[in-house]
């Protein structure tokens, strides 16, 4: 399991390229990435449940929403939107990784109006989010982790 942190995904995703450029182990060897992108806040659609949006698993790879499915249903118990947010899938980091077929699980708030604004303070971090979408990420990876097969679908790169 590797834990990475990327820089300049605003310019062109370059922290994420230069990874996948020059791996520390085999491509074919990264089954899932999983990117957390922003996960303090909710956006005007989710504000009021606090829902948050895991974006490309349903898309790409079910088997992988399922089992974030499974993992938030024992554990953490956050209302999830696998949905509508799929227009997001270029959105950040994980594009790099979907680029070769790597399945991502991009879990996101969505757009707030604080985002990448001069009001994006620390007071506007709703840190029980924070702390609750990276507990269920955890126990997602660690579930991925002990499995006997890889949940990556058997095609090549995506397009």
């Not at 990435?33 to 698993?57: E, F, M, P, Q």
């Amino acid at each position: 399991m590797l834990f990475c942190l990327w820089t300049a995904e605003e310019s062109g995703l370059l922290g994420s390229r230069h990874f996948i450029s020059a791996p520390p182990v085999p491509v074919d060897r990264i089954i899932v990435n999983i990117n957390l992108d922003s996960i303090g806040r909710s956006d005007a659609a989710s504000a009021k449940t606090r829902t948050h949006y895991v974006v490309g698993s349903a898309q790409v790879t079910p088997h992988l929403k399922t089992l974030i499915a499974s993992v938030n249903a024992r554990t953490v118990k956050w209302p999830l939107d696998f949905e509508s947010q799929e227009d997001s899938m270029r959105g950040s980091d994980h594009l790099a990784f979907h680029g070769l077929g790597i399945p991502p699980a991009f879990f996101f708030s969505g757009r707030p109006e604080t985002l990448h604004a001069p009001t994006d303070d620390p007071e506007t971090v709703d840190y029980e989010k924070v702390q609750r979408i990276s507990q269920l990420a955890y126990e997602v990876a660690a579930g991925l982790s002990n499995r006997d097969k890889s949940i990556r679908p058997p095609a090549g790169p995506v397009k």
